[in-house]
């Protein structure tokens, strides 16, 4: 399959992985948004929280475990951080691999309020 993200979760296109596990893995977003902006992705492939069986929705933990991990290794704990999945075409997702942003390391605007 031709999809970017699984090419570099998986290894096959070399990149610095900013965390990686059984399941998860985490790199830096190429056009960053924010002083840390990475994604987190499932190292399987589904398109979107939609395309992902409900037998196997426990990979959305894994994700938010994985993102734990990273924001004490990174540092952004304690001052905070926001997490965004693009979900589908009106959500606005662009690569069609599951993926979560997580911004950090400024005072980020509010969306929703
Ligand atoms: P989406 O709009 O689908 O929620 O977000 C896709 C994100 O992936 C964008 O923020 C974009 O900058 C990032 N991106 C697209 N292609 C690549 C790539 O080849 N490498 C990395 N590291 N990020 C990418
Ligand atoms: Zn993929």
């Known amino acids: 399959m031709d999809c970017i993200f ?8 070399p990149t610095d992985l900013v965390y990686e596990d059984e399941k998860v893995a985490a790199f830096r977003d190429v056009n960053p948004v924010a002083p840390v902006h990475i994604l987190v992705v499932p190292k399987k492939h589904y398109v ?15 994700i938010h475990a994985a993102i734990r ?4 290794k990174e540092g952004f704990a304690v001052d905070g951080y926001r997490i965004i999945n693009n979900c589908g075409k009106d959500g606005g997702q662009e690569v069609p691999h599951i993926h979560y942003h997580v911004l950090a390391g400024k005072k980020l605007t509010k969306l929703v309020t």
Do not use: H
Request: glycine share 4%; with cysteine; net charge negative.
């Open 69 to 72: 991990k990273i924001s004490d």
């Open 6 to 13: 699984c090419k570099l979760a998986n290894g096959e296109i």
């Open 48 to 62: 979107s929280l939609e395309d992902i069986p409900f037998d196997e929705m426990s990979i959305i933990a894994d």
